[in-house]
């Protein structure tokens, strides 16, 4: 983590506190437990939640919470995602998660179901620490329901040949764009930051979820899994058609009926068969071109900010994290 | 439920709102899923942590919350044991809760793991709409903490011949008793009561959950399947030793070595071997004998209450409540 904030000055001191007062946090008991959470959250994570609301809570004058609980509501959303991601784990059967063994395929899916679920009351806990009363405790929890709806929707498409891309926008804005966007608000809200600004910077965190949404799923047919770390096209044979998928399915879908009839009995050729059509249909291009257009979406709320520095350290990180599909 | 109470005027009708309460929060657009959580919501439970709530509700003259309010509150912790038990039946794999195909064994694991999660925003939903700004969202954040840590103690328990039954009482502190300690409490304290009141709901709801964990252990070697609706017997193949078996086993830990040591591979004549071994070294009574204390200490406490209709109720109801098992 460090590495990658390196640039951007007081940010990484920031997030560096972030990182501490988890480890704090998530101290039980079960010591195998503790000691893989610990890991979780100091291997690999870019800590982009909080890094999001940081930069957008400089954009206020006067902060509404002192630096201590400002550090721990950005905390919060950090525990919301690891909460998510062990979970997501047992979903998918991960073996690895940041080039670590998952709590699941460590622990099992047992432990693995119960440690989530202490994420989310060490979120609860955090929030309470940090914004008691706030109306922003009532946003969160919206958020954070708008994320399980949108886990719930994509999990009831498996399989299916008739979702569109639409139900794909439909499941990214939840599972992934909802906590940018409360990251980006919630910063800018603390930060003491102006209602317009407020505003903008939701819809920045919205867009920019969105688009990092679809080029992680780019990213599933272009780079190695040793890049990755892990494990990519399985998710065909679970039924979880991904973007550029969706996209040329909708375009000929007979021509991939064949293959993904035979559902969980889909052989490697099938998969393989299956992603060489996806790209003889434009599928990755189709993609490309939609993330494209949501990046082009944040980048042009972010030229509406105010001019500050922190305009400036978005912008690249913006281009940074959304060029990694080329 | 709607017999259960029927004895207990004024209850019932107040349980019934908290019902029509949950009924309209899980609300999402998963017909499937709704409609699950629906039948879970209505089927069988006997609300008794909404009952607790509003039978020590009635030991305060001024209640801190409205009418509705205490309904949203009483309705916060029936979702809290939702969705631990949504999850409890991913970790047993069990095909049956309340008489009803479980949401894991209906919809699979994965669907499970986040129908329990929206519940847990459910709560967090609920206890926000009742209780902004109160120190009991703090009271109910440790609360769920302390569920959850229960979880993962008898998890890291199984198979482990050597666990005592100090560490039952501990997992069971947690996972079971925390929760009528926090109904209690919390419905003494909305409902105005003293602190001393206040103090003593929390130990009778304590004592309760104990008992009731107690009792519940019990059952599982007395009763029918079919009058239980949950599969009996098989928690020992899955390395889940519940009391009659632990105090037997402290006992003469020699006798049962051969067999447990087989762990997963145990027979169906292994585990009835052990049932009948745990017999033989008077588990069953010692247990009894435990559960007994508990509720003794129960009983005793209520006879402190200052007197009242409702604490004839609560006289009443923890004795038949706890009186299952004989």
Not at 64 to 75: C, G, S, V, W, Y
Request: charged share 25%; glycine share 6%.
């Amino acid at each position: 983590m460090a590495a990658y904030w390196s640039r951007y000055e007081g940010l990484e001191e920031k997030l560096d506190s972030v990182r501490t007062l988890i480890e704090k946090k998530v101290h039980i008991r079960h010591t195998g437990i503790k000691q893989a959470l610990v890991e979780l959250n100091s291997a690999g994570g870019k800590y982009l939640r909080p890094a999001f609301f940081f930069l957008f809570e400089e954009f206020g004058d006067t902060p509404r919470l002192d630096e201590d609980k400002l550090i721990t509501a950005a905390a919060s959303l950090e525990v919301l995602h690891l909460a998510t991601l062990v979970h997501d784990d047992i979903i998918d059967d991960s073996p690895l998660r940041r080039g670590q063994v998952t709590i699941q395929s460590r622990f099992g899916k047992d432990v693995a179901v119960y440690t989530g679920d202490l994420l989310f009351t060490v979120f609860f806990g955090l929030l309470l620490e940090s914004m008691p009363g706030s109306p922003y405790m009532n946003v969160n929890a919206k958020a954070m329901k708008k994320i399980l709806v949108g886990e719930l929707d994509q999990m009831s498409a498996y399989y299916n040949q008739a979702q569109t891309v639409h139900d794909y926008l439909r499941a990214a804005a939840g599972k992934t764009a909802a906590l940018f966007k409360l990251a980006s608000r919630e910063g800018a809200y603390f930060g003491g930051a102006d209602q317009e600004i407020i505003r903008l910077a939701g819809h920045i965190g919205f867009y920019i979820g969105m688009a990092f949404q679809m080029i992680d799923d780019l990213l599933d047919y272009t780079e190695e899994q040793s890049a990755l770390n892990k494990p990519v096209l399985e998710d065909i044979g679970q039924g979880i058609y991904n973007l550029p998928l969706l996209c040329a399915l909708q375009k000929n879908p007979t021509a991939f009926r064949p293959y993904l009839d035979k559902r969980e009995d889909m052989t490697e050729e099938d998969v393989q068969a299956v992603v060489a059509l996806m790209k003889q249909e434009g599928g990755l291009e189709q993609a490309r071109k939609l993330a494209e257009r949501f990046t082009q979406k944040a980048v042009s709320a972010i030229e509406q900010l105010p001019n500050h520095p922190a305009k400036d350290l978005l912008y690249n990180l913006t281009k940074q994290l959304l060029k990694r599909s080329s």
